[in-house]
C-alpha cells in the first residue's frame, strides 16, 4: 500500500463505499479483514480489524469502522 497505494483492486482491496476501504488479508489461521479509509496527503488511517467469519461483513464491524472513521476526519478538520 505504501508503494502501490491504498487501492489495489480485487482481491486484496474493495471499495465500501462513503470512503470506507475494505483490506482483504488471507493466512494460515483464517481470513481476516482491516478496514481503512484514506486522508488528505496519501495518508492510510486503519480503523478496524477482525477476523471474517461469514460471507457478509458484519453490521456491527461496518458501524466501529464508520464511527472511527467519522472521528478521524472530524479531527482532520481542525
Known amino acids: 500500500m505504501e508503494i502501490y497505494g491504498p487501492d489495489l483492486g ?23 479483514r482491516v478496514l ?22 458484519p453490521k456491527r464491524e461496518l458501524n466501529i469502522a464508520r464511527k472511527r472513521m467519522k472521528e478521524v476526519t472530524d479531527a482532520e478538520k481542525f
Do not use: D
Request: hydrophobic content about 40%; charged content about 25%; overall charge positive.
Open 10 to 32: 480485487m482481491p486484496h482491496t474493495r471499495a465500501l463505499g462513503g470512503g470506507l476501504f475494505e483490506l482483504r488479508l488471507k493466512a494460515a489461521e483464517g481470513i481476516a
Open 36 to 57: 481503512y479509509c484514506t486522508l488528505v496527503g496519501r495518508r492510510i488511517v486503519m480503523l478496524h480489524q477482525f477476523t471474517k467469519k461469514s460471507e457478509k461483513i
